[in-house]
């Protein structure tokens, strides 16, 4: 496909449960960043690669959660033992530099993915 | 205090008004950007600017660097602008920091 496509698109995970969140950027897209949206909010930072390494993890909010992108396309959003806070939509979005050394370009979101703890 | 604020956070308009939504920042920034977001979750890029003015069909986004704000316009607004309008910025970082988005409701 042509966009970002995250999976599952609907999660429901019982308190204490672990999940793990799927994003497949758009081939060739350098940058990934994941985002957690609560209702009625914008999106917040969470995460951010540059190929494999994550260059910037200072928007995770707890040890639980944790992010990797091993060979430098997909990334892997993962929350160890959920808690009732955790319940956001999770967004993941991919960028290409349209130059090299260029930090600045257009960024292309997945649908989000629903995490419903009960 | 919030680096990205934006205002008003809910709008209401008849089909065919002239809409403006406004985004002011406190920090420098390399870019600004105004992201779409319809009621299914959909996430749609409208505009990345640093500086001037861009159109694109009925959208207009300007940016003030020296007085950290930025206005997206709709003009002729339509039912199907109906979304949620979010801006967020970039600093030294590829690293966006988004408002919490302008809801914009336009009624027939």
């Known amino acids: 496909g042509a966009g970002v496509s995250q999976s599952p698109r609907y999660k429901v995970a019982k308190r204490g449960q672990d999940v793990a969140l799927r994003c497949d950027p758009i081939s060739g897209h350098v940058s990934l960043f994941w985002y957690q949206q609560a209702l009625g909010q914008g999106p917040e930072f969470l995460t951010y690669?540059?190929?494999?390494?994550?260059?910037?993890k200072s928007g995770l909010p707890s040890d639980r959660f944790f992010a990797e992108r091993p060979e430098g396309s997909v990334s892997t959003l993962k929350i160890q033992r959920t808690q009732q806070e955790d319940s956001a939509v999770y967004l993941c979005?991919?960028?290409?530099?349209?130059?090299?050394?260029?930090?600045?370009?257009?960024?292309?979101f997945g649908n989000g993915t629903r995490l419903t703890v009960t | 205090k919030n680096e990205v604020e934006q205002s008003p956070q809910n709008l209401t308009a008849q089909e065919g008004e002239f809409i403006t939504i406004n985004c002011s920042y406190s920090?420098?920034?390399?870019?600004l950007h105004w992201l779409q977001q319809h009621p299914g979750g959909g996430i749609v890029s409208l505009f990345m600017?640093?500086?001037g003015k861009k159109k694109h069909g009925r959208l207009i986004a300007t940016i003030n660097i020296q007085e950290k704000h930025s206005s997206l316009h709709i003009t002729a607004s339509h039912p199907r602008d109906s979304a949620v309008y979010i801006c967020?910025?970039?600093?030294?970082?590829?690293?966006?920091?988004f408002g919490k988005g302008t809801k914009l409701t336009v009624n027939p």
């Open positions: 967020g910025i970039q600093g030294g970082s590829e690293k966006l920091v």
């Open positions: 690669f540059q190929n494999e390494a994550q260059l910037d």
């Open positions: 600017l640093s500086s």
């Open positions: 920090v420098g920034i390399s870019a």
């Open positions: 979005a991919s960028s290409s530099p349209l130059t090299q050394g260029a930090h600045n370009s257009p960024l292309h």
